[in-house]
Nanobody
């Protein structure tokens, strides 16, 4: 089970930190990532991180967002700074379990006001 937390309402320029914990599992985890979706649009990649710590970001968030992970806690984080209204959406974490495949979190709403 993937448990997300940290979404909320913030003014433009503010910060939020999202967390996604893989609880109750002994499966190994390879890549982890964050995606977001807004009404009428497809879910889009925000950032990913490999098991070795290599990161990849969407151009729209480079320099503002930072993805990290704690392998011992099986948790991935997304630190979001300098938030903009266009960052508003539902954020989903995606986890690749080596033995079980891809799982998605339930989603957490992020709303940025102008």
């Amino acid at each position: 089970q993937l448990v997300e937390s940290g979404g909320g309402f913030v003014q433009a320029g503010g910060s939020l930190r999202l967390s996604c914990a893989a609880s109750g599992t002994s499966f190994s985890i390879s890549a982890m990532g964050w995606y977001r979706q807004t009404p009428g649009k497809q879910r889009e990649l925000v950032a990913t991180i490999s098991s070795g710590g290599s990161t990849n970001y969407a151009d729209s968030v480079k320099g503002r967002f930072t993805i990290s992970r704690d392998n011992a806690k099986k948790t991935v984080y997304l630190q979001m700074n300098g938030l903009k209204p266009e960052d508003t959406g539902v954020y989903y974490c995606k986890t690749n379990f080596v033995e079980a495949g891809v799982f998605w979190g339930q989603g957490t709403q992020v709303t940025v006001s102008s």
